[in-house]
């Protein structure tokens, strides 16, 4: 009959799309609800939504904004598609609200059909990915921020084209190395044994008999990971240039100590014959002024003909205000 509601075809509409996960209504020119199925769980009874509506679904300040477009929607014959939140049991709720007009033969809008899909989990999914990319975008800033400080050392420091280019592309490759490993985990930082080998595995092994890595195996967060594998990087670097790993004689003592407030790492190379320390330039600057200055720590680095001995104290992030 002309003027009426075509209920059966809203019938075959609504067996259709009863496996899709899609709660579908009917409401006239009033709102008031005429037909309700596949309610979701998180829903009141369908008593209730035909009592009230909106009302007894959504909290106000939402029930008002999807009352407010399906009235706009009546009025104007334009469908529309809103999303609407709903806390159900402390988590909140997301829906996709689409409404379309039912137009009679005269083009006059009697009711409007509204089909609701949970779209919860995609709302999840959207806001896991936004952490993931502020996250990423903060872990870039500080690689940058590091890149820029050793570069700028660097250059202040190295007068030779080649060794500027030699000694860049090093420290460059280990923030690479403690980045690939930071990664991996989740952005939940590297084990310092872990971190210890990535980073001195390149330059120890042919002298793995003079290195021995002693103490705690600490998780490290990935901040004072990349610090601590650069620290890594300059003294072995140091020592395959000078030291113990280029004569391979003598012995290295490399540890780290988780304490309650603070990591200490230390590391300690004994000469087994007097050598002549080298340029006091040569990282110097990195391990006694950036990496300090960039962990809000203290560092004290001593190279004699005995020996090199570098203490590198940083307060612990998770620990420390």
């Not at 490290?220 to 990087?233: I, Q, T």
């Not at 490399?254 to 014959?273: A, K, M, N, S, V």
């Not at 300090?292 to 590198?312: I, S």
Request: proline fraction near 6%; hydrophobic fraction near 40%.
């Amino acid at each position: 009959m002309e003027g009426s509601v075509p209920l059966e075809r809203i019938a075959m509409l609504i067996r259709g799309l009863r496996h899709a996960g899609l709660c579908v209504l009917y409401q006239d020119r009033d709102l008031a609800v005429r037909l309700v199925e596949n309610r979701f769980d998180t829903w009141p009874e369908a008593p209730a939504i035909f009592e009230s509506g909106d009302r007894a679904i959504f909290p106000p300040e939402t029930a008002g904004m999807v009352i407010a477009t399906k009235r706009r929607v009546l009025e104007t014959g334009v469908p529309e598609r809103i999303e609407a939140r709903l806390e159900n049991g402390g988590r909140d709720c997301w829906y996709e609200i689409s409404i379309e007009p039912d137009s009679d033969a005269q083009g006059r809008t009697r009711g409007i059909f509204v089909v609701a899909a949970d779209i919860t989990e995609h709302k999840r999914r959207e806001e896991t990915l936004r952490g993931l990319l502020a996250e990423v975008s903060h872990r870039s800033r500080n690689l940058l921020a590091i890149v820029q400080s050793i570069l700028g050392q660097t250059m202040r420091l190295e007068t030779d084209p080649v060794d500027f280019a030699a000694k860049l592309r090093g420290r460059i490759q280990s923030l690479a190395i403690t980045q690939d490993l930071v990664t991996q985990a989740n952005w939940q930082g590297a084990g310092f044994r872990h971190l210890a080998s990535a980073q001195l595995d390149p330059l120890t092994e042919p002298a793995q008999f003079a290195l021995e890595i002693v103490g705690d195996d600490p998780q490290l967060p990935p901040n004072v990971a990349l610090h601590v594998g650069l620290a890594l990087h300059e003294l072995a670097a140091n020592s395959a240039s000078f030291g113990v790993l280029k004569r391979r004689r003598g012995r290295i003592r490399l540890g780290i100590t988780d304490q309650p407030d603070r990591f200490l790492l230390r590391w300690d190379e004994t000469h087994d014959e007097l050598v002549a320390p080298g340029d006091a330039r040569f990282g110097t600057a990195v391990l006694t002024k950036v990496l300090p200055a960039a962990t809000g720590g203290e560092a004290r680095l001593e190279m004699t003909e005995k020996g090199v001995h570098y203490a590198l104290t940083m307060p612990h992030p998770r620990r420390t205000g």
